[in-house]
C-alpha cells in the first residue's frame, strides 16, 4: 500500500502525543517525515517528550517545504490551530486539525473553504466520530431501528486539575469549547439545527478557579430537548462519561463511552439497547441487551481514515460544509 508522508505540528495540545503515537504505530499507511515544536515549553510537550524522541524535529519551513509531503497534522495549542493549517493549505497539503479549531468562525470558515476550493481534506479530531459504539448507533438509526429521535442526553465529565480548569480562561465558552464540541457533533448530526439553544456556562468557584469550568446547553427541537454537559470538576466523572439516545422505537445508552482496560492505552466501550419489543414483554423492568466494544485505541481508527482519504480509497463522511455550520454552533454555545 502506498504511504502518505506526513509531518507534525506541534505538540501543545491535550491529544498531539496520542496522535504522534498512533501515526508512529501505523507506518503501513504513514511515513512520518519529523515533527515541528513551536510551544517547547507547553506542559503537554514535558509530559510527553519521550514521544518525540525518536522522530526528527524540523523548523516550519523545513516541514511545510519537505519534498513529496503529503499532509500535516495539526496538534499546536487550540489559538493557533488554524493558523498553521491554513500555511499547509496554502501549500496543497491535506490536513488533519485537532479538535475543535479557532475561536474565530470567520477564520475557521476561511480555512476551510480554502481547503474545498483546493480539493483538499480537511479532518478535524473529533475522536468519538469513530468510537465503535457511537458508530453502531449511528448505524441503527440510518437503519430506523430507533425510530424518529426524541432526545439526546450527552454528558463528558472528569476531575481537571486546578491549573487545568484555570487555562479554561483562555476560551469564552471555557469547557464547552475544550469538551463541549464532541458531544455538540453528536447531537448535530442525531437531530439537526436546534430551534433554539439556551447555555448555562458557569464556574464551580472552588479551590479559587473562576474559570467556566461547568458547563451545559439545552437545544430545543420541535419534538423535545436535548442537552449537553461537560463538568471539569467532577469526581468520578469520566466513568459517568455517558450518551442517551432515545427514539420513538427504542433507547441506547452508552456509559461509559470511554473506560480504559486496566494497565493499558486501550479503551472499551459499553453500550445497552432496550427497544419497545423489550418493554412489551418486560415492561418498566425491561433491561434490552448489552454489547461492549473494544479493546481499541481512540485514535487509531480516526487516523487511519485521514491517510485512506488523502489516498482516495475512503470518503470524508464530514464535508466542508458540514464542518463549518457546526463550528458556527459550537460558537454559538461558547459566547451566548
Not at 499507511?29 to 510537550?45: A, K, M, R, T, W
Not at 449537553?228 to 470538576?233: D, E, I, Q
Not at 494497565?263 to 445497552?272: F, L, N
Amino acid at each position: 500500500m502506498k504511504r502518505i508522508k506526513v509531518v507534525q505540528i506541534g505538540t501543545a495540545h491535550d491529544h498531539a502525543k496520542f496522535v504522534m503515537d498512533s501515526i508512529k504505530k501505523q507506518s503501513d499507511v504513514f511515513e512520518l517525515v519529523g515533527y515541528v515544536n513551536p510551544e517547547p515549553n507547553s506542559i503537554c510537550f514535558n509530559m510527553f517528550k519521550d514521544t518525540y524522541s525518536d522522530v526528527k524535529e524540523l523548523t516550519l519551513d523545513e516541514a511545510l517545504e519537505y519534498p513529496g509531503l503529503d499532509a500535516v497534522i495539526v496538534e499546536s495549542e487550540e489559538h493557533s490551530l488554524m493558523k498553521y493549517a491554513a500555511m499547509a493549505i496554502e501549500r496543497g497539503l491535506h490536513i488533519h486539525i485537532d479538535k475543535p479549531g479557532s475561536e474565530d468562525v470567520e477564520e475557521f470558515e476561511a480555512v476551510a473553504n480554502s481547503a474545498k476550493e483546493k480539493n483538499l481534506v480537511f479532518s478535524i479530531g473529533y475522536m468519538y466520530r469513530f468510537n465503535p459504539a457511537i458508530k453502531k448507533l449511528f448505524e441503527m438509526v440510518e437503519n430506523g431501528e430507533l425510530g424518529q429521535i426524541l432526545s439526546v442526553e450527552a454528558q463528558m465529565n472528569c476531575h481537571q486539575s486546578i491549573e487545568k480548569r484555570n487555562w479554561f480562561e483562555n476560551f469564552a465558552g471555557g469547557n464547552m469549547f475544550f469538551l463541549g464540541c464532541h458531544l455538540i457533533d453528536i447531537i448535530y448530526r442525531l437531530q439537526g439545527e436546534p430551534e433554539k439553544v439556551t447555555s448555562f456556562n458557569v464556574s464551580s468557584n472552588t479551590d479559587g478557579v473562576t474559570a467556566k469550568d461547568e458547563c451545559m446547553a439545552v437545544f430545543k427541537y420541535n419534538n423535545g430537548c436535548s442537552f449537553v454537559k461537560v463538568y471539569a470538576n467532577e469526581c468520578g466523572g469520566f466513568l459517568r462519561r455517558q450518551l442517551v439516545v432515545s427514539g420513538s422505537k427504542g433507547t441506547v445508552e452508552i456509559k461509559p463511552i470511554e473506560r480504559y482496560v486496566p494497565g493499558s492505552s486501550d479503551i472499551m466501550t459499553d453500550m445497552r439497547i432496550v427497544l419497545t419489543q423489550d418493554e412489551d414483554k418486560d415492561g418498566w423492568n425491561a433491561y434490552g441487551k448489552d454489547i461492549a466494544f473494544g479493546p481499541f485505541d481512540r485514535y487509531d481508527e480516526m487516523m487511519r481514515t485521514f491517510a485512506l482519504t488523502v489516498l482516495g480509497e475512503c470518503e470524508n463522511n464530514f464535508d466542508y460544509d458540514y464542518e463549518i455550520r457546526l463550528h458556527s454552533i459550537l460558537d454559538k454555545i461558547c459566547k451566548c
